[in-house]
Every structure is written in structure tokens, then in C-alpha cells.
């Protein structure tokens, strides 16, 4: 019996494309790839930033360019997270922006 070269394919291929195991495979795949670390750190970083400007806005309404242009420039997971949490504690702009620099002189 000869099967079309069409007819293959199409049972190849529709053998795959519905079975979610397969988009499973390629999820996984990607999340052992050193480029998804890679963006999942960039992201997070991102967030945390996002969220300190927004703390920072609500709380002084302000925030000088150049504490901005710094929380941009910071990479550290670590040292995003204690700028966050003294966002939040901190009573003026003033007082954290102080506590920044102590924090990126460590």
C-alpha cells in the first residue's frame, strides 16, 4: 500500500500539534536554558525597580532624576530588595536617598 507524502505529514505532524505535552516539552526546554535565568532575573529586577518608583511617588511625590538614574542603574536582586523596604520606611526622599548610598557603599 502507498501512503501520499501529504498524507504522512499530516499524520506526523497532526499527531503532535495536538497533544499538550508537547508545548510542555518546549516550556521545559526553555526554562533549563542559561537565557531564561537570564531574563527571569532581568525581569524581577525590573519590578522591583518599578515598585520602589512607585513607592517613592505615593509617599514624596517627587523623586529626583538622579536617585532614579541610580535605582535604574542597580543590578543586585539583593540590594534592590533593601532599597525597597526602606522606600517604604524611610520618612523623607531625603532620608532615603542617604540610606541608598550607605547601601551601595557596602
Known sequence: ??????????????????????????????????????????????EIQKLIFEILKIRFEIIPVRIMRTINNITKIETLEMLHSNAVKCSSVEEFEEKMKLILEE
Open 1 to 46: 500500500m502507498v501512503i501520499s507524502d501529504h498524507y504522512a505529514a499530516s499524520l506526523f505532524f497532526n499527531d503532535r500539534i495536538h497533544k499538550p505535552a508537547a508545548c510542555g516539552t518546549i516550556r521545559d526546554i526553555m526554562r533549563q536554558s542559561p537565557a531564561y535565568d537570564i531574563i527571569k532575573e532581568e525581569e524581577l529586577q525590573q
